[in-house]
């Protein structure tokens, strides 16, 4: 399996009284930069534990193959767990063709 890389480095040098906001870093995971629809990046690091990355992001546009949902809904049902909620706002369905 491929490893993770992440590397964070500011988009430019800042000069010695500037200190720089978030947005004035790239971070990328391997080949990725995180940009458009992130919202919220968190690394945590705690010493006797592997590094843990949170993204938040908004995506623009949701697809999820019909299959993945008809599988969603088969764990529910057979799930002790009484009530699952799941929201995605203005969800499409579109079904691909196999």
């Not at 000069?15 to 458009?36: A, P």
């Not at 843990?52 to 949701?62: G, L, M, Q, R, S």
């Not at 697809?63 to 767990?81: F, M, Y």
């Amino acid at each position: 399996m491929k490893q993770l890389k992440l590397s964070i480095k500011p988009k430019q040098e800042p000069t010695e009284d500037q200190s720089l906001n978030s947005s004035g870093y790239s971070v990328k995971i391997n080949d990725w930069e995180l940009g458009r629809g992130v919202i919220d990046f968190k690394l945590e690091m705690p010493a006797d534990k592997k590094p843990k990355i949170t993204i938040t992001a908004i995506p623009d546009v949701i697809e999820i193959d019909a299959t993945v949902i008809a599988e969603i809904q088969k764990l529910q049902s057979e799930s002790d767990i009484e009530s699952v909620n799941y929201f995605i706002p203005n969800l499409e369905i579109q079904k691909f063709g196999r």
